[in-house]
């Protein structure tokens, strides 16, 4: 199995990006998908998730700004990612939770798959 995310770059503050993570090596129609983000020196963190049926749940620094959906029949998820801010800047990586059917969740932990991970930059 691998989620081969793309999508990364420079950009300025008030711009956008979008990520694309596509998956093989088995489907994730009833999975869940999410991205997560490690900032240098920092931890990573949760930025947005979104259930087999479709929920969506965000961290409270990118909601109204960022937006995640799926394409089941490409087996990708993407992360549309407008009004970015320098602080958006980190590796982004795009994960997926090994168990059909299974709740949402922000904890790292519970997702057995991750990809390798894209470059965002933002400059002020």
């Known amino acids: 199995v691998q989620l081969q995310a793309s999508g990364g770059g420079l950009v300025q503050a008030g711009g956008s990006l979008r990520l694309s993570c596509a998956a093989s090596?088995?489907?994730?129609?009833?999975?869940?998908l999410g991205w997560f983000r490690q900032a240098p020196g920092k931890e990573r963190e949760f930025v947005a998730v979104v259930s087999w049926s479709g929920g969506t749940y965000y961290a409270d620094s990118v909601k109204g700004r960022f937006t995640i959906s799926r394409d089941n029949a490409k087996n990708t998820v993407y992360l549309q990612m407008n009004s970015l801010k320098p602080e958006d800047t980190a590796v982004y990586y795009c994960v997926a939770d090994g168990r059909p059917l299974a709740p949402i969740t922000i904890r790292p932990e519970q997702y057995t798959y991750w990809g390798q991970g894209t470059l965002v930059t933002v400059s002020s």
């Open positions: 090596g088995r489907t994730f129609s009833r999975n869940v």
